[in-house]
Structure formats: structure tokens, C-alpha cells
């Protein structure tokens, strides 16, 4: 969870144009992710939001001992888990996009109905309960039923 002084776009292009990757790395390493696991991700989101596993995994309606897996790296985290966890936490459609990022998921897509009834409701700050209740309303897959 980097200082984030950076845009990525403008990052990339830097990252592209540089001739020495170890130079690169050395300059911008104050705005570089250290964390690698997602569980580190989610586990260093709790302190940033100073909020405990166990609230967002209520929060995000899931099992307790399966979410528990998640915070101690048992499991690996379903796209749609990913996405009730970022209910769970209470994020903005962009920190959703970064945890989507740090579980090796594919990010939200505006284009795709379902994606985009879930931007929306993560805008909004709409809770999980209404998003899931838009979702069948529109007779798409609720959050949990995709495999």
C-alpha cells in the first residue's frame, strides 16, 4: 500500500523509459508496494482502516472460519469473496480495484453489467445487503454464486 504520490500511469511510463532497473527501484522505492501476499494486503488494510478481520469479515458476510483463511493465508480468496471483503472493509470502487489488484483478480469492469452494478454501489457507499438485493432485482448473479 504505497504513498500512492504517484499516478500509475505516470509510474509506468517512468518504469518503461528507465535504463536501470536497480536505479529505478532505489529512486522509488518510498512509492512501492512491499507486500506480496494478499493476506499481508488484507492484514495491513485492517490497520490502515483500524478495523479487526473479524468486522470485515462480518461486514462482508462470509463465513468466519473461512474468512479467517483469507487473514492467515490458508485460502486463497474467490473474485467474488475479494469483492465482499471490499464491502467488508467499506472501500471506494478504486481501493477495491487495489484489492481486487493485490489478490491476482480481475478488476471491476464498468462495460460488464454486474461489475458495474457493483462500482455503483461501492461509489454510492451502498452496503453488501444492497448491492446484493440490486443484483437480483436485475436477475444477475449475487456476489458468492459465481464459481
Given at each position: 500500500m504505497a504513498g500512492n504520490k504517484i499516478t500509475t500511469d505516470t509510474f509506468?511510463?517512468?518504469?518503461k523509459k528507465t535504463t536501470s532497473i536497480e536505479r529505478f527501484i532505489r529512486r522509488h522505492?518510498?512509492?512501492?508496494d512491499k507486500i506480496?501476499?494478499?493476506?499481508?494486503?488484507?492484514?495491513?488494510?485492517?490497520?490502515k482502516k483500524?478495523?479487526?478481520?473479524?468486522?470485515?469479515i462480518k461486514a462482508a458476510d462470509i463465513e468466519r472460519t473461512y474468512g479467517h483463511k483469507f487473514f492467515n493465508g490458508a485460502r486463497a480468496p474467490t473474485r467474488d469473496k475479494v469483492i465482499q471483503l471490499a464491502f467488508g472493509f467499506r472501500l471506494n470502487?478504486?481501493?477495491?480495484?487495489?484489492?481486487?489488484n493485490a489478490a491476482k483478480k480481475n478488476a471491476?469492469?464498468?462495460?460488464?453489467?454486474?461489475?458495474?452494478?457493483?462500482?455503483?454501489?461501492l461509489e454510492k457507499k451502498h452496503g453488501l445487503i444492497a448491492v446484493q438485493e440490486t443484483l437480483y432485482?436485475?436477475?444477475?448473479?449475487?456476489?458468492?454464486?459465481l464459481k
Open positions: 509506468l511510463q517512468r518504469l522505492d518510498g512509492d512501492m506480496v501476499y494478499f493476506h499481508e494486503y488484507i492484514t495491513a488494510l485492517c490497520v483500524d478495523v479487526t478481520p473479524e468486522s470485515v470502487f478504486d481501493e477495491a480495484q487495489d484489492l481486487l471491476l469492469h464498468p462495460k460488464v453489467k454486474r461489475d458495474a452494478v457493483i462500482v455503483y454501489a432485482e436485475m436477475n444477475l448473479p449475487l456476489l458468492g454464486e
